[in-house]
C-alpha cells in the first residue's frame, strides 16, 4: 500500500502524528542505522566526559573493526551465494556487535570480536532458507564466537550511563515498527523474573527494578533486536506469544554445559519459532506486467516461484536493488490486493513523481523479470466473526489491503461499509472492483468532481473528515470494527475522527516511507 498524500502532517495534527510523519521519511533499515549510529557517537562522548570506562581508542578501535568487518566480509560473501549485498543491514550488524562485545585490545578478544563479526556475516547466507536469513545475524555471530572461548559477549550498552540515550532511541524505533504491546509483553515477563530473582537476594523493590532496566540489556535487546522484522512471525498474536518465550528463556537461569543462560541464546531460540510460524524462505517473483489504475497509480503482476501463504489484508516485502541508493532503501512493503488462491500476486502502488529509487526498479522491470519477496506479514485482517459488522476508511491508494478482502469474496457474506477518500474521481483505484463487491461504498471528493458511476458518492470542500462526518455517513460506526488504511498522517486523523463518532475498537494500517 502506497499513500496517495505527499508526506505531511496536516495542521494541528497530534504528535504522533508529527512523528509518523518525520520518521516516514526513513525505512526501517535507514532509521535503526540512524539511531544506532547517534547511540555510538553518544557512547564516545560519554566515555570522554568519564561516564564510560573505556578507553577513547580501545572504542574507536572496536567501533572500526565491528563495521569494517562485517560490511567487507559481507560483500565477501554474497557473491559466493549469488546474492546482492545489503549494506545498510551489514553496518547495523556491526554496530550491535560494537554494543555487545566489550572495547578491548586484547589480542584474543580482538579475535574473538573479529570472528563474531565474520560469522554475523556469513549467518545471513549460510544459516538460511530459501534466501531468507534465520536468525538475527548480530545474535548469531556473537553466540557461535561465545561458543569458542575467545570472547563472550557482554551487552555492555546496558548501562546506567547509556540509558538516558538509549530509551529514546529505543522509543523512536518501537514508535516506527509498531511493536510497543510486544515490546511491554517481554519487558513485563522478563523484568518480573529477574526482578523476583533480584528480591529473592535481598534487594529492595526499587534497587531490583532498577537493575533489571538499567543494568540488564532488556531495552537494548527488546529495541534493536527481538523486534527485527524480518525475524518475526507475521501476526500480532505470534508475536506476542513469542515475546512472553523469549522473555522467559531470557530471564530464567540455565547451564547446561556448553550453553547457558544468555540473551543471544534467547534470541536465537525466538528466531527458530518465529521461523517456524511464518512464510519460510523468499519467494521470487517473475514479473507478467501492469495495469494503469489512475493516472498516478498502477499495479504491478508478478507470478510467484511457489505459492505465497497469506491471509486477505497483509503485506509482502519486496527487495528491490537499485544501484544508486536514495537512502530510502531497497526492501519496500507493499499491501496484496489479489486473493491468496489466485496463481499471480499483485499490487497497487502510487507511481506519480517524485519516484523513488525503488519505485524506478518497479517501473523498469520486463516481463519475466524477477525480484525477490522476503516476508509476509501484517495483522489487518478482519474479524474472524462474519457477523460482526466493518466500516473500512481508505484515503486514496489506501484502499489496496481492502481488495483482498474483496478478492477473497470476505465481504459478500459481511455487513461492509467502505468509506473511500480521494483528490478527485479519477483518483479512485479499482472502481470497477469496488462496484462489484456487492458492498456500501461512500466516495468522497475532495476538487468537487463526481465520484465514479455505480458509487455513492458526494463531494466536499477537502477539510479533514472528521467524527461528525463519519457519523453522518454511517450513523451505526459505534456498532462496527472500523478499519483505517492511508497514509501516517491520514491514518493518525481518520483515526481521531473514527474514535470522536463513537468507534470503540479501531485497527490501523498505515504505510511510512516513500
Known amino acids: 500500500m502506497s499513500p496517495v498524500e505527499t508526506p505531511k502532517a496536516p495542521p494541528g495534527a497530534s504528535l504522533g502524528a508529527r512523528l509518523d510523519t518525520a520518521l516516514g521519511r526513513f525505512t526501517m533499515y535507514r532509521l535503526v542505522l540512524l539511531v544506532l549510529a547517534v547511540l555510538a557517537v553518544c557512547s564516545l562522548v560519554l566515555n570522554a566526559l568519564g561516564w564510560l570506562t573505556f578507553g577513547i581508542p580501545e572504542m574507536l578501535a572496536h567501533l572500526v573493526l565491528c563495521l569494517g568487518l562485517t560490511y567487507a566480509s559481507n560483500r565477501a560473501l554474497a557473491p559466493l551465494f549469488r546474492v546482492r549485498p545489503h549494506s545498510e543491514s551489514s553496518l547495523i550488524t556491526g554496530l550491535l556487535l560494537y554494543f555487545l562485545f566489550w ?18 556475516s556469513a549467518s545471513k547466507y549460510a544459516l538460511a532458507w530459501r534466501g531468507r536469513h534465520i536468525f538475527n545475524a548480530a545474535a548469531a555471530g556473537a553466540f557461535m564466537a561465545g561458543l569458542t572461548g575467545l570472547n563472550i559477549a557482554t551487552w555492555w550498552a546496558a548501562t546506567p550511563a547509556m540509558l538516558w540515550v538509549l530509551v529514546p532511541g529505543v522509543l523512536l524505533v518501537l514508535h516506527r515498527t509498531r511493536k510497543f504491546l510486544m515490546a511491554s509483553v517481554f519487558l513485563a515477563v522478563a523484568t518480573a523474573i529477574i526482578t523476583a530473582e533480584l528480591l529473592q537476594a535481598g534487594m529492595s523493590v ?33 508475536q506476542l506469544a513469542l515475546a512472553a518465550v523469549v522473555g522467559v528463556v531470557f ?13 543471544e541464546a534467547a534470541l536465537l531460540l525466538g528466531n527458530v519459532i518465529a521461523f517456524l510460524m511464518g512464510q519460510r524462505g523468499r519467494v521470487l517473483l517473475r514479473f507478467t506486467g501492469t495495469s494503469p489504475l489512475t493516472p498516478s497509480t498502477t499495479e504491478f503482476s508478478f507470478e510467484p516461484s511457489r505459492p505465497v501463504r497469506f491471509v486477505p489484508g497483509q503485506y509482502m516485502e519486496l527487495d528491490l536493488p537499485h544501484a544508486k541508493s536514495d537512502g530510502k ?110 458492498i456500501r461504498v461512500l466516495v468522497r471528493v475532495a476538487d468537487g468532481s463526481v465520484p465514479p458511476s455505480g458509487l455513492a458518492g458526494a463531494s466536499w470542500d477537502g477539510t479533514r473528515v472528521d467524527g461528525e462526518a463519519i457519523r453522518a455517513l454511517v450513523p451505526d460506526v459505534a456498532g462496527r470494527e472500523v478499519y483505517v488504511s492511508g497514509s501516517p498522517a491520514s491514518v493518525a486523523s481518520l483515526r481521531r475522527a473514527a474514535k470522536q463518532a463513537g468507534a470503540a475498537k479501531v485497527h490501523v494500517d498505515s504505510f511510512s516511507g516513500y
Open 329 to 438: 532503501g531497497r526492501r519496500r512493503v507493499f499491501s496484496l490486493t489479489g486473493s491468496p488462491s489466485e496463481r499471480l500476486v499483485k499490487f497497487g502502488v502510487r507511481t506519480a513523481e517524485p519516484l523513488s529509487a525503488a519505485k524506478k526498479v518497479l517501473l523498469s522491470l520486463n516481463p519475466g523479470d524477477e525480484v525477490t519477496a522476503t516476508s509476509v506479514g501484517g495483522d489487518f485482517v478482519l474479524p474472524r466473526d462474519p457477523r460482526k459488522p466493518v466500516l473500512l476508511i481508505a484515503a486514496g491508494i489506501g484502499v489496496t489491503p481492502y481488495l483482498s478482502h474483496v478478492s477473497s469474496g470476505g465481504l459478500r457474506e459481511r455487513d461492509a461499509v467502505l468509506l473511500l477518500l480521494a483528490r478527485s474521481a479519477d483518483e479512485v483505484a479499482y472502481a470497477d472492483e469496488l462496484r462489484a463487491a456487492g
Open 206 to 238: 526499587g534497587m531490583a527494578l532498577w537493575q533489571s532496566l538499567a543494568q540488564r540489556p532488556l531495552l537494548f535487546f527488546v529495541g534493536f533486536m527481538l523486534t527485527e522484522p524480518l525475524t518475526l512471525p507475521p501476526r500480532r498474536w505470534q
Open 103 to 120: 572495547p578491548s585490545f586484547a589480542p584474543l578478544d580482538v579475535a574473538g570480536v573479529a570472528l563474531a563479526c565474520v560469522l554475523a
Open 251 to 263: 530471564a530464567v537461569p540455565y547451564n547446561f554445559g556448553f550453553l547457558a543462560n544468555s540473551p
